[in-house]
């Protein structure tokens, strides 16, 4: 072991004063991130409120600090990056032997109790075609190369973005790491670098720590993945917690380790700082119609009892989201042509979405999709084309009937099945069995799915699903079949993936949840924000961040939500959001 000497006086600083909508480079900063000039005047303004002024004695509620490292200061100055840290973090590095100009390994630490961030970033030259493929192959590098791992289960695949630099990201990935033995988080993040770095444990050098968080034999890795084709170099950001402080929600420890798996805190090497303030009256529910494809055959008894048994939680999670929702659930068996199970009859008579207040009604059709006026399916497994029925059955939009989805309600649709589609099938495009494509097959199916990506792509639907999970594996979990043909609806439409195989789906459920609340969010905003400097006020009030009663940030659609604070539309809220973000932003 070695212990790096870094001064973090030369390579660390913290964003100095600026106006609102300046930059580093207008107030004479240089690269790494330090304050020049002198923009005190403008932050005094009363036009300005306080939550976009920075943070002073006087002002104890303005905009957060953070600290920034670039690469061009380190040891690895080619690696062209630049983040937005906590200014509490502590860094350090790993080192290597020939280390290539795409590489980097850092060391990213938030040791306090209550906290313990094993945080890291990794680069190198890129193995892959997109940021989904580096994503999967990052994950099976690990559970390749790190035998103290029990096991390794995908809680949520994260969400294909465009990055705010513009390159292809894959954003909050979530997984389960459960190791043979019980250690902290920062022993764990030695064996999953080199994995990163696709080298040896052996070839990777670590520095003596001051900090060790409390032993587990449960952790959850948070990661963003960041492909940047031109340059052939990738990126993996994120960090190391274990699973019971991350899933505590009175702790801050998720909120510390997505903001370094969202995206908002990378960039490239030289990126200055811009301030912004967006002052907006919202007056809108987030409204969001939810669709759930369910395959009823026997083999997935166990996975609907998953769901219905966490259907009360799941409803009053959307309900403490503040969401108006309304969910719709079918079969697979396309006869039925995309009827909900809540229905009189099999003509569709009665045929209704189910409320906030109906979470038992849910569980009931959940475990048995058909509907109870007709048998099951019987292992038709149609997922495709009842899908783009029960979708096509519920348009066009339309207010005024109640059997249409709402004119401005955001679409999911939640797919859950061990197989993939029956389409895909008798096409001949894969055939049965748990059978990986082959190039020209992977084209085939692109070419069959573009209707069905096109048709989610016309009405804005997020399509999220619960499968086997990829990266490819030949003796999958339960035996069930790779989901080919609906991963890639998936990728195509930013949605979440999470494993079917986990004991307790919860998690993978508020994965997409969450994705929905962020989705249907009016809280869009201008510009990436750096998560981590992110201060609200609501009607002039501070709001903390918090998931239990407060605001968060969801990258994937540049959102915040309110947790436990539901708009009323009958009384307006003034909400302004202060925030720090890249001056060099690429928005679509």
């Excluded at 963003?224 to 991350?246: C, S, V």
């Excluded at 669709?291 to 009053?316: L, P, Y």
Aim: some cysteine.
């Amino acid at each position: 072991m070695i212990r790096n000497a870094l001064s973090l006086l030369a390579t660390l600083s913290l964003a100095g004063a600026l106006a609102c909508g300046s930059s580093d480079d207008d107030a004479g900063a240089g690269p790494d991130g330090s304050p020049g000039g002198d923009a005190g005047a403008a932050d005094a303004s009363s036009d300005v409120p306080a939550a976009c002024k920075p943070k002073t004695d006087g002002n104890p509620d303005g905009l957060k600090e953070v600290m920034y490292l670039d690469s061009i200061a380190t040891v690895y100055p080619t690696a062209n990056w630049r983040v937005a840290l906590e200014p509490s973090t502590v860094v350090n590095w790993a080192t290597f032997d020939g280390p290539e100009p795409h590489d980097s390994a850092m060391l990213l630490d938030l040791p306090e109790a209550g906290i313990e961030v094993a945080g890291f970033l990794v680069s190198r030259r890129s193995s892959s075609q997109s940021a989904s493929q580096e994503a999967n192959l990052a994950q099976a590098l690990i559970d390749a190369a790190i035998p103290e791992l029990a096991s390794i289960t995908p809680r949520a695949s994260g969400r294909n973005i465009t990055s705010l630099d513009g390159f292809d990201a894959v954003v909050d990935t979530s997984i389960e790491l459960r190791t043979t033995t019980s250690m902290d988080a920062t022993e764990l993040r030695e064996l999953l670098i080199p994995a990163l770095l696709a080298r040896l444990g052996g070839q990777v050098m670590f520095p003596e720590l001051d900090w060790q968080g409390g032993q587990s034999r449960d952790f959850i890795l948070s990661m963003q993945t960041l492909y940047r084709a031109e340059a052939g170099q990738t990126i993996f950001m994120g960090a190391l917690t274990r699973k019971l402080d991350y899933d505590d929600r009175h702790q801050a420890t998720a909120l510390h380790a997505n903001d370094l798996a969202n995206g908002s805190g990378l960039t490239v090497s030289a990126n200055g700082e811009a301030r912004e303030c967006e002052d907006k009256v919202v007056d809108q529910v987030a409204t969001a119609d939810i669709i759930w494809v369910i395959d009823e055959s026997g083999s997935t008894n166990n996975e609907r009892e998953n769901i219905a048994s966490n259907a009360v939680a799941f409803f009053d999670k959307a309900i403490d989201y503040g969401l108006d929702f309304r969910m719709g659930v079918t079969d697979m068996n396309d006869a039925t042509m995309g009827q909900f199970a809540t229905r009189t009859d099999t003509m569709g008579t009665g045929e209704r979405w189910l409320m906030p207040e109906e979470a038992e009604a849910f569980a009931a059709a959940i475990d048995d999709p058909s509907g109870e006026s007709i048998p099951g399916d019987g292992g038709s497994e149609h997922g495709l084309t009842q899908m783009q029925n029960a979708l096509t059955r519920h348009l066009p939009r339309d207010a005024s009937d109640p059997l249409k989805i709402r004119p401005d309600a955001k679409v999911a649709i939640i797919l859950v099945s061990d197989e993939k589609p029956q389409e895909v099938k008798v096409s001949s495009l894969l055939g049965s069995g748990n059978k990986e494509p082959t190039p020209t097959q992977a084209a085939a199916l692109e070419e069959y799915l573009a209707p069905f990506v096109e048709l989610l792509a016309s009405e804005e639907v997020v399509f999220h699903l619960i499968a086997e999970p990829l990266p490819f594996d030949d003796n999958p979990c339960g035996g069930y079949e790779h989901g080919y043909g609906y991963y890639e609806l998936a990728v195509a439409t930013g949605g979440q993936m999470g494993s079917i195989c986990q004991p307790d789906l919860d998690a993978t459920l508020d994965a997409m949840l969450d994705s929905v609340g962020g989705d249907a969010s009016p809280l869009e905003l201008e510009y990436v924000p750096i998560s981590a400097s992110i201060t609200v006020t609501r009607d002039g009030v501070p709001v903390p961040r918090s998931r239990e009663i407060g605001w968060d940030y969801r990258s994937g659609s540049n959102s915040i939500v309110f947790y436990g604070m539901p708009i009323d539309p009958a009384n307006p809220a003034e909400i302004v959001v202060g925030y720090r973000r890249w001056e060099q932003q690429v928005i679509e």
